[in-house]
T-cell receptor
Framework: QKEVEQNSGPLSVPEGAIASLNCTYSDRVSQSFFWYRQYSGKSPELIMSIYSNGDKEDGRFTAQLNKASQYVSLLIRDSQPSDSATYLCAVNGNTGFQKLVFGTGTRLLVSP | SQTIHQWPATLVQPVGSPLSLECTVEGTSNPNLYWYRQAAGRGLQLLFYSVGIGQISSEVPQNLSASRPQDRQFILSSKKLLLSDSGFYLC??????????FGSGTRLTVV
């Protein structure tokens, strides 16, 4: 059973701090990794994708991937109250087409 | 540009009633489409996926069914709803290796 594990949180950080969200996955052959943001009552929104080891930066967001450790993380710099949401990690199951496996999400709370 | 539409946004249905949720995609052809359910406080559960017209794969046995009558149309149905069918139903379009785009979702409450 392919699994994606995330700490459910909540992760509480003050405004302006760095929020670090972590995710581990069980399928060693996974190739594509995604972070989604889901506000309460809304559908998930893709915010970052990463496909190779290392860091990928996009504005205040940095995704980090370590395939040897089967670990992917999302850093949010200068956290804002508007970043308060649930962050879902998703990993492709490498079944020949893109069927993603989602973690249960980490709830982030950014306090003013 | 590609867009995905899902309706209705909210639905309250009595136990035993039928269900039909519709999802359509614009701006692309032959997309891979998915139905997910998210129960309150839970993760995303994949219900069905389709790689083409008439092709449906079911991930979990349940009270629901899916159909794909047209290339860009994906329908989730039930003949008789159960209380346990309540949840947030999401349709997603596969962007070919670049992740999914989700529809706005349908919040279903079975009473």
């Amino acid at each position: 059973q392919k699994e994606v594990e995330q700490n459910s949180g909540p992760l509480s950080v003050p405004e302006g701090a760095i929020a670090s969200l972590n995710c581990t996955y069980s399928d060693r052959v996974s190739q594509s990794f995604f972070w989604y943001r889901q506000y309460s009552g809304k559908s998930p929104e893709l915010i970052m994708s990463i496909y190779s080891n290392g860091d990928k930066e996009d504005g205040r967001f940095t995704a980090q991937l370590n395939k040897a450790s089967q670990y992917v993380s999302l850093l949010i710099r200068d956290s804002q109250p508007s970043d308060s949401a649930t962050y879902l990690c998703a990993v492709n199951g490498n079944t020949g087409f893109q069927k993603l496996v989602f973690g249960t999400g980490t709830r982030l709370l950014v306090s003013p | 540009s590609q867009t995905i539409h899902q309706w209705p946004a909210t639905l309250v249905q009595p136990v035993g009633s039928p269900l039909s949720l519709e999802c359509t995609v614009e701006g692309t052809s032959n997309p891979n489409l998915y139905w997910y359910r998210q129960a309150a406080g839970r993760g995303l559960q994949l219900l069905f996926y389709s790689v083409g017209i008439g092709q449906i794969s079911s991930e979990v046995p349940q009270n629901l069914s899916a159909s794909r009558p047209q290339d860009r149309q994906f329908i989730l149905s039930s003949k008789k709803l159960l209380l346990s069918d309540s949840g947030f139903y999401l349709c997603a379009w596969d962007r070919g290796g670049y992740g999914y785009t989700f529809g706005s979702g349908t919040r279903l409450t079975v009473v």
